[in-house]
């Protein structure tokens, strides 16, 4: 199986990238998007429906409040690497805050988003499926 990253730089002509200097706000970036990629082919992958009931049905997993929820069911399954991201992720300055969130979900979802971005980048994405698939399934 080929890894989406891997498969986007070759096609792109991208450059390989070292994460080791790379911010854990920018790790949250590309995390943010590509856990949203995750939960949006899940939930189209269930039926056919409008992009309204789409967008709603998505909301419900991509808001802050349910990313920090997931990073602190997943807080044990983390490693050693992936803690410390998450927690670089979480203590970094934010000037910003996420609509409708409190500023520590918003700070725990950040921390969330940047193991997401991290494993992704580092092309550990079937890490951050199994991560994702395990902490969805201990919210329900």
């Not at 998007?33 to 997993?61: C, F, G, P, Q």
């Not at 802050?64 to 044990?76: F, G, H, N, W």
Request: cysteine-free.
């Amino acid at each position: 199986m080929s890894d989406i990253f891997e498969i986007i730089k070759q096609n792109m002509d991208l450059e390989d990238i070292d994460t080791v200097n790379y911010s854990p706000l920018t790790f949250a970036y590309i995390g943010d998007a590509i856990y949203e990629l995750v939960i949006r082919t899940m939930i189209v992958d269930e039926a056919n429906r409008s992009a309204n009931d789409l967008h709603k049905m998505s909301s419900e997993y991509v808001k802050a409040s349910t990313q920090a929820k997931l990073a602190e069911i997943l807080m044990d399954d983390f490693d050693e690497e992936e803690l410390a991201v998450f927690k670089r992720g979480r203590n970094t300055k934010i000037n910003s805050k996420a609509k409708n969130a409190s500023f520590n979900d918003y700070k725990k979802a950040t921390g969330f988003e940047a193991v997401m971005g991290y494993l992704y980048l580092e092309g550990k994405t079937e890490r951050m499926i199994e991560l994702i698939k395990k902490g969805l399934e201990k919210l329900d």
